[in-house]
Nanobody, 121 residues
Framework: QVQVVESGGGLVQPGGSLRLSCAAS????????MGWYRQAPGRQRELVAY???????NYTESVKGRFTIARDNYKNTVDLQMDSLKPEDTAVYYC???????????????WGQGTQVTVSS
């Protein structure tokens, strides 16, 4: 019932920028945390960044100072601004949302379909 959709991926040269967007919709009571994972071929999925409902953010060390995560609690959206991109950033990026669908229900993660980011010259 909860849908998570990402957009904004593409091909960019090293040093360039991309902005990923994600929107959650459906039966949403509260979204506690939204964030981004990425997965490159042959590698495990890794957490890139997350942002809590309060606005508290966390970034993996390799993207600190280059990526910025922000959310709109009313619109149930989260963006990832990626600057100074490196070839090592190439991966499929997945958005997730930690969602409570009803006031007294269980909370669980919902995932987007992924969007490809390729950094290459």
């Amino acid at each position: 019932q909860v849908q998570v959709v990402e957009s904004g991926g593409g091909l960019v040269q090293p040093g360039g920028s991309l902005r990923l967007s994600c929107a959650a919709s459906g039966s949403i009571f509260t979204i506690f945390t939204m964030g981004w994972y990425r997965q490159a071929p042959g590698r495990q999925r890794e957490l890139v960044a997350y942002i809590r409902q309060s606005g508290l953010t966390n970034y993996t060390e390799s993207v600190k100072g280059r990526f910025t995560i922000a959310r709109d609690n009313y619109k149930n959206t989260v963006d990832l601004q990626m600057d100074s991109l490196k070839p090592e950033d190439t991966a499929v990026y997945y958005c997730y949302a930690d969602v409570l669908t009803t006031m007294r229900g269980a909370r669980r993660d919902y995932w987007g379909q992924g969007t490809q980011v390729t950094v290459s010259s």
